[in-house]
């Protein structure tokens, strides 16, 4: 397997340096029609763009895939393929297959019991596990078939139960580079209990909310970054408490977030610097 595809250590990319690392890797790489899973890479033709604090942003462009999706919130939800996705994430990250791949690495212990978010796009699923230590996330393509591939990527916690504000977006997966459709998955403090996505086109979807958990996808929404999507977050009283625009890497947010002894955990320097909120599991 080429390390070209590997994670890079700074996964905070602007647009344009992520354009120019996917046009060189694709330029490298001639994908097989299947292979082996290995953790922290990119799939096929997927190439993973940028993150934010352990938060997988992926994008895949396929010009024969089905349009029907699938979002679940739990392993109560799973359909077939999306519980073969998740069984085969688990082997992925277990502790095991983890030491193997990097023996200096601590494996996050998740389980089936702690799936928070799965989604289903054709052949292709995408599944994210949350427990108290940390998370876990994989993006599996042929599941439960001879062609399967796929990768996954675990991380502990950084700071814990605190976010950066009332939400936090973990995972984000988008059908063009600069929009089209896009599925969105992460973690809420307890004051969030309506969270939607504005396509800053007059549309908006809105996300399900399950545990402390949120996953949403859209359906032909044909985003756009210079239309700015946000995520906007609403109260129990329908008040609006926070707005962040979607493709925002979490270094880069409006205000910096400080953790419960006062020093800043979450955003760039800033002279307005607000209190983490607790996870609302």
């Not at 354009?19 to 890797?25: F, K, L």
């Not at 895949?60 to 359909?79: F, H, I, K, N, Y």
């Not at 700015?228 to 925002?248: K, M, N, W």
């Amino acid at each position: 397997m080429n390390d070209i595809l590997d994670l890079p250590v700074e996964r905070d990319l602007p647009p344009e340096a992520a354009h120019a690392m996917r046009a060189q890797i694709l330029g490298f790489v001639n994908p097989p029609p299947a292979r082996k899973p290995r953790l922290r890479i990119a799939v096929a033709v997927a190439v993973l763009l940028a993150a934010a604090s352990g938060a997988v942003a992926v994008v895949w462009d396929r010009p024969d895939r089905s349009t029907v999706q699938v979002l679940a919130m739990g392993p109560g939800e799973l359909s077939p393929t999306l519980q073969k996705a998740a069984e085969r994430c688990l082997q992925w990250n277990s502790p095991q297959q983890q030491t193997r791949q990097d023996p200096g690495e601590q494996p996050v212990p998740v389980s089936l019991a702690d799936l928070a978010v799965a989604t289903e796009r054709g052949d292709r699923a995408l599944v994210l596990f949350m427990n108290d230590v940390g998370y876990a996330t994989c993006d599996v393509e042929w599941a439960g078939t001879p062609r399967e591939s796929g990768g996954g990527a675990t991380e502990l916690w950084p700071h814990g139960d605190l976010l950066p504000g009332p939400v936090q977006r973990l995972l984000l997966t988008s059908t063009e580079f600069d929009g089209g459709d896009v599925s969105v998955s992460g973690r809420v403090s307890s004051r969030v209990h309506r969270l939607v996505l504005d396509h800053g086109d007059g549309r908006s979807t809105t996300a399900r909310l399950s545990g402390g958990a949120f996953g949403l996808m859209t359906s032909d929404a044909r985003l756009k970054a210079g239309n700015a999507p946000e995520l906007v977050s609403y109260d129990a009283h329908g008040t609006e408490i926070d707005r962040r625009p979607l493709f925002q890497a979490e270094d880069q947010l409006e205000h910096c977030y400080t953790g419960r002894d006062g020093k800043r955990i979450y955003g760039k320097a800033t002279s307005d610097c607000r209190p983490a909120e607790k996870w609302g599991r």
